[in-house]
């Protein structure tokens, strides 16, 4: 394996040779065609420094954290609480006991509404989501409302995809308990103003929960900025391996909950009478962790800081605005969402073709972009379309690339004339 | 323009543009509403038979891919006239085709269904081809609603 490029950044802009040589996917060759990778929405592709890492620490630190007291299991619940700290450093968390490791957005999302929700909503009472959440951050709050009798309300959008804050206020009352928003829509790339409806869910006395799932690998995020009281992610949208997430919770709050998985390493002592429960994070950790996927998460953070996601947005933001006028140019397009403020996501159909076809055509080109609802029914729903395909930068990706997918569509279109 | 690609041939392409029977049965004596939740593909079919239980008519309405239309305009025209144990049979064969578990001599009976054929390369994509035929099965099972999940 080679070894990681150590200077991926030449002053502000990228340097896409060096970035692209970190990522070993993209020199892959599928029948005789270049990858062309532009789904990183649904999840990203990993540069040797989190292969490398992980590889490391199972080959030669490898061993299970907080249990034994030999020197191994010592070192590697190092390398693992030093992760936490460093994800609590990169989302400027308080502390690193407010950052509790799941197996994703998805699992983060179901412990606080097990967990917080189950405790805190009643009969009677409200939580608001908007139109625009991924399923993940739907189904935990519509069950949640189910069963207690509490009522589901929904943020609308207008045209562009954007929430409407005037409604949203409106929904707003003393029997909102819980507020939770997607940071970005993975499906029309549109940035909430997070902060605004956080302060908003504030006056009222409620809980805020940010779905940053497709934020935090795309622009710097601040939890003292955001003033949320939970924050979720996945590492593998990030560039880590899969099956690690992040909770970050405000330690007020994590203090009073429940546990919500219980089992090994989250209790203080334990009797058949009597259970003590750790404190938090590990309340929230039971059994054992994806260690070296959590090391791994470690070694992407690493990377996004070294590279700079300042760099990383200008970067993506430029993609965006090529992608949006490139695509725009090819007859029978329609983009879906076209929002002020966005991330480097671009949503669209196309008049003759239907998105599955297109994805399978563009596959036979090496390209790689999702069709579908993307999980987000409702807001696909909302625009009258029952699919849609959608095209995602990474840092990786680069003007060509839109050129290719250009191509590719014109070729689709082709085809099916 | 001329595509070499083996899903989409040109039988395919026209189906998808303008597919057969594609319009409802006022009053059909069966019909099914079958999704396939992974793309959102929805389709209805409808069926009337003989007192002898032969398909008298059979049509489909319904948004999806040009595969999942192409298949459900291409399954329309090749079982009307067929009696029910023969259009369960043809939908046996035609799974096993789209699966790729079919042996030469057992193709034989699809007649032009084997164009579909190309599907087999392309698992994502077998749902898209067999909607259409799970949705007519559920009908005829007097189901009325049917999915690929
Ligand atoms: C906005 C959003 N929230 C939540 C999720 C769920 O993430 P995961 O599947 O990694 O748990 C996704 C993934 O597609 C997403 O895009």
């Given at each position: 394996m080679?070894?990681?490029?150590?200077?991926?950044?030449t002053g502000?802009?990228?340097?896409?040779?060096k970035?692209?040589?970190?990522?070993?996917?993209?020199s892959k060759v599928i029948?005789?065609?270049?990858?062309?990778y532009?789904?990183?929405?649904?999840?990203?592709?990993?540069?040797?420094r989190?292969i490398?890492?992980?590889?490391?620490f199972?080959?030669?630190?490898?061993?299970?954290v907080?249990?034994?007291?030999?020197r191994?299991?010592?070192e590697a619940t190092?390398?693992y609480e030093n992760?936490?700290?460093?994800?609590a450093?990169?989302?400027?968390?308080?502390s690193?006991?407010?950052?509790v490791?799941?197996?994703g957005?998805t699992q983060?999302?179901?412990l606080?509404?097990?967990?917080y929700?189950?405790k805190v909503?009643?009969?009677?009472d409200?939580?608001?989501?908007s139109?625009?959440?991924?399923?993940?951050?739907i189904i935990?709050?519509?069950?949640?409302?189910d069963?207690?009798?509490a009522?589901?309300?929904?943020?609308?959008?207008?045209?562009?995809?954007?929430l409407l804050?005037?409604?949203?206020?409106?929904?707003l009352?003393?029997?909102?308990?819980?507020v939770?928003?997607t940071?970005?829509?993975?499906a029309?790339g549109?940035v909430?103003p997070?902060e605004?409806?956080?302060a908003?869910?504030?006056?009222?006395?409620a809980v805020t929960?940010?779905d940053?799932?497709?934020?935090c690998?795309h622009?710097r995020?601040?939890?003292?900025n955001?003033g949320c009281?939970?924050f979720?992610?996945s590492g593998?949208?990030m560039?880590?391996?899969?099956?690690?997430?992040?909770?970050?919770?405000?330690s007020?709050?994590l203090?009073?909950?429940?546990p919500y998985?219980?089992?090994g390493?989250m209790?203080?002592?334990?009797t058949?009478?009597k259970i003590t429960?750790?404190?938090?994070?590990?309340r929230?950790?039971?059994g054992?962790?994806?260690v070296?996927?959590?090391?791994?998460?470690g070694?992407?953070i690493?990377y996004?800081?070294?590279?700079?996601?300042?760099?990383?947005?200008?970067?993506e933001?430029?993609?965006?605005?090529y992608?949006?006028?490139?695509?725009?140019k090819?007859q029978?397009l329609?983009?879906?969402?076209d929002a002020?403020n966005?991330?480097?996501?671009?949503?669209?159909t196309l008049?003759?073709?239907h998105p599955?076809d297109?994805?399978t055509?563009?596959?036979?080109?090496g390209?790689?972009?999702?069709?579908g609802?993307?999980?987000a029914?409702p807001i696909m729903?909302?625009?009258?379309?029952?699919a849609?395909?959608?095209?995602?930068?990474?840092v990786?990706n680069?003007f060509?690339?839109?050129?290719a997918l250009?191509?590719?569509?014109k070729?689709?279109i082709?085809v099916?004339? | 323009?001329s595509?070499?690609?083996?899903l989409?041939?040109?039988?395919i392409?026209?189906h998808?543009?303008?597919p057969?029977?594609?319009?409802a049965?006022?009053?059909?004596?069966?019909?099914?509403?079958g999704h396939?939740?992974l793309?959102g593909?929805?389709l209805t079919?409808?069926l009337?038979?003989?007192?002898d239980q032969?398909i008298a008519?059979?049509s489909f309405?319904?948004?999806?891919?040009a595969?999942s239309?192409a298949?459900?305009s291409?399954?329309t025209?090749?079982?009307?006239?067929?009696?029910?144990?023969?259009a369960r049979?043809i939908?046996?064969?035609?799974?096993?085709?789209?699966?790729?578990?079919?042996?030469g001599?057992?193709?034989e009976?699809?007649g032009k269904?084997?164009?579909?054929?190309?599907v087999r390369?392309y698992?994502?994509r077998?749902?898209?081809a067999i909607l259409a035929?799970?949705?007519?099965?559920?009908?005829?099972?007097?189901k009325?609603e049917a999915?690929?999940?």
């Open positions: 080679p070894k990681p490029v150590d200077t991926i950044t502000n802009s990228l340097d896409m040779d970035v692209r040589s970190e990522f070993p996917m993209l029948r005789g065609k270049k990858l062309i532009l789904d990183n929405a649904a999840t990203t592709q990993k540069p040797w989190v490398h890492r992980a590889i490391q199972e080959t030669d630190e490898y061993a299970t907080r249990r034994g007291s030999y191994l299991g010592e190092e390398s992760v936490r700290s460093e994800i450093k990169f989302i400027g968390a308080g690193p006991e407010e950052i490791f799941t197996s957005a983060a999302i179901n606080v509404a097990h967990s929700g189950r909503v009643g009969e009677g409200e939580i608001i989501i139109h625009m959440e991924h399923h993940a951050n935990p709050w519509k069950l949640l409302c069963e207690k009798g009522t589901l309300k929904v943020i609308p959008v207008n045209d562009k995809g954007e804050l005037d409604e949203y206020k409106k929904l009352s003393y029997k909102t308990k819980i939770a928003v940071h970005v829509s993975n029309l549109t909430n997070v605004k409806i956080v908003l869910a504030k006056e009222v006395g929960l940010v940053g799932a497709q934020s690998a622009m995020v601040n939890m003292f955001l009281d939970f979720v992610f593998h949208k560039y880590a391996p899969s099956g690690v997430g992040v909770l970050f919770g405000k007020e709050l203090d009073v909950m429940p998985v219980t089992g390493e209790i203080k002592t334990v058949f009478d429960f750790a404190d938090p994070p590990h929230f950790e039971a054992t962790p994806p070296s996927q959590v090391i791994g998460l070694a992407a690493g996004l800081n070294d590279t700079g996601l300042s760099r990383i947005e200008r970067h933001k430029q993609l965006l605005n992608a949006i006028s490139t695509l725009k090819i029978g329609r983009i879906i969402g002020e966005r991330a480097g996501v671009v949503s669209f008049d003759a073709v599955h297109v994805v055509i563009l596959s036979e080109e390209i790689a972009v999702r069709g609802h993307h999980c029914q729903r909302r625009f009258g379309v029952p849609t395909v959608r095209a995602s930068v990474g990786y680069t060509e690339d839109i050129d250009a191509d590719g569509l070729k689709a082709r099916f004339a | 323009m595509y070499n690609n083996e989409y041939q040109q039988v392409l026209d998808n543009r303008k057969r029977n594609f319009h049965i006022e009053g059909a004596k069966h019909s099914c509403d396939n939740p793309c593909d929805e079919v409808y009337n038979l003989t007192p032969v008519d059979i309405t319904g948004s999806g891919c595969i239309k298949s459900a291409l399954m025209t090749s079982l009307k006239g067929k009696t029910l144990t023969e049979e939908f046996e064969s035609f799974q096993k085709m789209i699966k790729g578990e079919a042996e001599e057992e193709t009976s699809l269904l084997v164009i579909l054929k190309g390369e698992s994502s077998i749902k898209c035929w799970h949705t007519m099965i559920c009908a005829l099972d007097e009325t999915t690929t999940e």
